[in-house]
């Protein structure tokens, strides 16, 4: 993490972000997750991204964009969470999601409040593992 404060990468595509606007997600996760914690929307543009603690990624990208970034994310960034926010219902795209290395995989309609529940207790549970004494939430 950088000084001390936790990195989150909200990814999506082409503004939007899960069942809403980037910009509207990106409120409501500065004000439901820690000040520790600081949160950027990365539109989709290929299968590499910057390093962050935890990634949420937007199936809305592509179920196979989306697939083919986490797996990119398990081999560069090991440590780092990801949550796969999935586009249907049924259990297939969650089964893809984990066996590509998702930690979470959440159904569609995403609700904000579970996103960032998510989202918290990965970082929770990164820091108990790294040691940090900060506390997140």
């Not at 082409?14 to 950027?40: I, P, W």
């Not at 984990?98 to 159904?107: E, F, K, P, S, W």
């Amino acid at each position: 993490n950088l000084h001390g404060r936790f990195e989150v990468m909200l990814i999506g595509y082409a503004g939007r972000f899960a069942s809403d606007n980037s910009e509207t997600m990106l409120k409501s996760a500065r004000r439901e997750l820690s000040s520790l914690v600081c949160v950027c929307f990365c539109e989709f543009k290929n299968s590499q991204v910057e390093k962050a603690d935890v990634y949420v990624i937007d199936a809305a990208v592509g179920i196979t964009n989306a697939l083919t970034l986490i797996q990119f994310v398990r081999i560069e960034y090991p440590k780092s969470g990801v949550v796969l926010l999935c586009r249907g219902r049924s259990s297939d795209e969650r089964i893809e999601g984990y066996a590509a290395g998702a930690d979470l995989c959440l159904n569609w309609p995403h609700q904000s409040p579970e996103i960032w529940a998510c989202t918290d207790s990965l970082l929770r549970r990164m820091q108990v593992t790294a040691g940090v004494n900060k506390k997140i939430s």
